[in-house]
């Protein structure tokens, strides 16, 4: 067994970098969905190679760890030693137990009588050899999980039938284009899923469900749209590579909590493309929230990815309505990828060193130990005090009321430090300790670190000491602390306090932790006074989190209060109300937010257009035409795409199709699809002339575009289009000419 040493080491080194991973996922929270996914992926990676890291790290970190732990890290011999331990060992053994002792010269002690006579195998198996085993036993059985899932997934390939109706072929091929994904995959339908699911890397294919016959074009456009994005970005790779991981540290709780955010955050920065790709967050969701609902109770296989699932899919709802179609900047990938690979060189390089316990030689770093005249250690010194095992010594009640004794101690930082180590604990006795100490610590930085802590035990107990410091504590970090810890917590009991800090608190940040709670509990009792905030508040952050909070709620209520904040002299808040009233999907907020459709800061008429395509009205048109001149690409490319987005609308005007000749290649690329949209033969003349666009992505819009016309020009350009260098060019233009010529 000595074989697999390396275990512990390692399972310890990537317990460590997980933990790590776990808070710098919290600090990128405000980060799209992708960045985190790259954060877990290198997580999980360095988990899988910290084996062969900790071999060749440049360097070397002592570390000081606890004897015991090294102890068990250590190669441990599965046959006692024949030196003079055993001896004394066995000669106490017999003092205690006479009619166990053997007399030294007895005669018919052979061989084969001491075989016979000697103990079982499962008895001379030690400790860790039995850790070993079961380790072991795990691995065989996970293993076999998940090969089972790949053998039920071979046989979906081959028992997959193609999809009945042929549009569905060709719409996967216009999502395949709008994405950006040269190769289209194969799509199948299988009676052994329950909903649509990925898989494969190098032939990956989509898995549709039999009851998506009874699905509307829209629904299965979003579902083709998600599962291509899924292909788009090898999200199949991390995800088997956290299979492998879970396989080998099964008995690791953060490897599994790992792979879960990893499987979330895959399927959240994949909603962000398919929002990014233009789907409206509520249509999209209200999709997804519809095939969850009806979706019959099934197991996929491991490899798989399921479009949803039940356990994860609240959150996913709210992230998808917040969602602004954000991805992840190369910079900010980059950025993380060099962050995890720093933090797992960084474990892996970390040395442990013993620290010292009560017998050893302070001068030699060795344990004194009892020697026998054979120079073998044999028992510690009598005086020294016994060994206790991990179990009897911490106790996890035990060490929790050490902790809460400590908070009265007379130094105030030992009271901080127990109160911020009561943090990680879910415990009754933790909640009230630090529930009085908020309340009578006479020290700011304790009664700070109990807020903190009651938020993170997230105990609905503790909202009545956490109302009462938001509300009269004297020090502004207790209140801040005290209305984050109340947002965490997430219960409605908590909104009147925070309503009333918001409302009344003179210290600006507070007033804005109170907000971004009240966001998190999305109570609508608290709309009316986040109104009142709102027009009375003089400070724009505060004005901000509360826009932020009134958006989470959706409350149509509040459209006005949000409306006229759209003439706010801050940017930052003009930019807010736009992008709320974009998701609260009321035609209301249409006028006021063309108003300011030319404001002078770009980022808000970038929202403002956002907002303006995600309802979908057609008075917002003059909008939409002017932010095709606009000096800012982005809002140019907002507007092409909010035409897209318009229903029943046949003449394209003018200012569109003069837009093919934008400088941006996104710009076209949107414009194409708009007007291949409305359908107007007017727009044909100018499609035309991009069949040669430098953009291939434009080329591919273009084609696409020409099948909704029927004019000689477009079939004179199809054929040109058959000699493109793009694949997907030519085989889209063979497709079109092949629709023309069965229509004709």
Not at 312 to 327: K, Q, V, W, Y
Not at 481 to 508: F, K, Q, W, Y
Not at 599 to 622: I, Q, T, Y
Request: hydrophobic share 50%; glycine share 6%.
């Amino acid at each position: 067994m000595t074989s697999f040493a390396w275990l512990p080491d390692a399972a310890w080194r990537g317990a460590l970098l997980l933990s790590f991973a776990l808070v710098f996922a919290r600090l990128l929270k405000s980060q799209p969905a992708a960045v985190r996914h790259v954060l877990w992926t290198g997580a999980l990676a360095g988990v899988m190679a910290m084996p062969i890291l900790s071999i060749i790290a440049p360097m070397r970190l002592p570390v000081a760890v606890p004897p015991r732990v090294l102890d068990i890290a250590a190669p441990v011999s599965p046959v006692a030693p024949s030196g003079g331990s055993n001896l004394v060992a066995e000669s106490e053994r017999d003092r205690k137990d006479p009619a166990r002792a053997t007399p030294a010269l007895e005669p018919d002690l052979t061989p084969a009588r001491v075989a016979a006579s000697g103990p079982s195998w499962f008895q001379r198996m030690s400790v860790i050899e039995w850790a070993v085993a079961l380790w072991m036993v795990g691995v065989l059985f996970f293993s076999a999980r998940l090969a089972a899932g790949f053998l039920a997934l071979a046989r979906m390939r081959r028992g997959g039938r193609a999809p009945a109706d042929d549009a569905v072929g060709e719409l996967a091929e216009a999502c395949a284009a709008r994405l950006g994904v040269h190769a289209l995959p194969r799509v199948i339908v299988s009676s052994r899923i329950a909903m649509p699911c990925t898989a494969g890397w190098i032939r990956p294919v989509i898995l549709l469900p039999d009851e998506y016959a009874s699905w509307s074009r829209e629904r299965l456009e979003v579902v083709l749209l998600h599962e291509l994005s899924h292909i788009r970005r090898m999200d199949i790779v991390p995800h088997v590579l956290s299979e492998i991981a879970r396989v080998i540290y099964w008995f690791n709780p953060l490897v599994w909590l790992a792979a879960a955010r990893l499987r979330s955050e895959a399927e959240r920065a994949t909603d962000d493309r398919v929002v990014h790709a233009g789907a409206k967050p509520s249509e999209y969701a209200a999709h997804l929230l519809e095939i969850v609902r009806q979706a019959r109770p099934m197991w996929h296989p491991a490899p798989l990815m399921p479009l949803a699932r039940r356990s994860e899919f609240e959150g996913r709802m709210l992230a998808i309505l917040e969602s602004g179609g954000n991805l992840a900047s190369t910079r900010w990938a980059l950025g993380t990828v060099v962050l995890i690979a720093g933090l797992s060189l960084g474990v892996a390089s970390m040395e442990g060193a013993p620290a010292s316990r009560p017998g050893d030689d302070p001068a030699s770093g060795t344990e004194a130990a009892t020697v026998v005249p054979d120079g073998n250690r044999t028992q510690d010194p009598p005086d020294a005090p016994p060994r206790v095992s991990a179990q009897q010594s911490g106790e996890r009640d035990s060490a929790i009321g050490a902790l809460a004794d400590a908070l009265r101690d007379p130094v105030a930082s030992v009271r901080q430090a127990a109160a911020e180590a009561l943090g990680g604990t879910k415990d009754s006795v933790a909640v009230r300790a630090l529930m009085e100490v908020l309340r009578t610590d006479e020290s700011p930085l304790v009664r700070r670190s109990a807020a903190w802590s009651l938020g993170e035990i997230g105990d609905a107990q503790a909202i009545s000491a956490l109302a009462e410091a938001l509300t009269r504590d004297r020090d502004t970090e207790v209140r801040k602390n005290a209305a984050a810890a109340l947002g965490h917590i997430d219960n409605p009991r908590a909104t009147s306090a925070l309503t009333t800090a918001l409302e009344r608190d003179a210290e600006v940040s507070v007033r804005i932790e109170a907000a971004e709670a009240l966001a998190s509990i999305e109570d609508p009792a608290a709309i009316d006074a986040l109104i009142r905030v709102l027009d009375r508040d003089d400070d724009p952050g505060v004005r901000t989190a509360v826009i932020e909070a009134i958006d989470n709620m959706e409350s149509s209520r509040a459209v006005p209060a949000v409306s006229r904040a759209l003439r706010d002299g801050n940017a930052e808040v003009r930019r807010a109300a736009a992008e709320a009233l974009g998701s609260m999907d009321d035609n209301d907020a249409v006028p006021p937010l063309m108003a300011i459709v030319r404001d002078a800061d770009n980022e808000v008429r970038r929202a403002v257009v956002h907002a303006l395509g995600n309802l979908s009205d057609r008075r917002a048109l003059p909008a939409f035409v002017g932010a095709l001149a606009d000096a800012d690409v982005e809002v140019r490319r907002a507007a092409a795409e909010a035409f897209g987005n318009l229903e029943n609308l046949r003449t394209a005007p003018p200012e569109l199709i003069r837009a093919m000749e934008d400088r941006d290649a996104e710009v076209r690329h949107s414009v194409a699809h708009a007007l291949g949209h409305i359908g107007d033969p007017d727009a044909v003349r100018a499609l035309v002339a991009h069949v040669t666009d430098p953009n291939v992505e434009v080329r591919q819009a273009v084609v696409q575009a020409f099948e909704e016309f029927d004019d000689p020009a477009v079939t004179a350009a199809l054929r040109i289009a058959l000699k493109d260098t793009d694949p997907e060019v030519r085989q889209q233009a063979a497709k079109a000419l092949g629709n023309r010529s069965r229509s004709k």
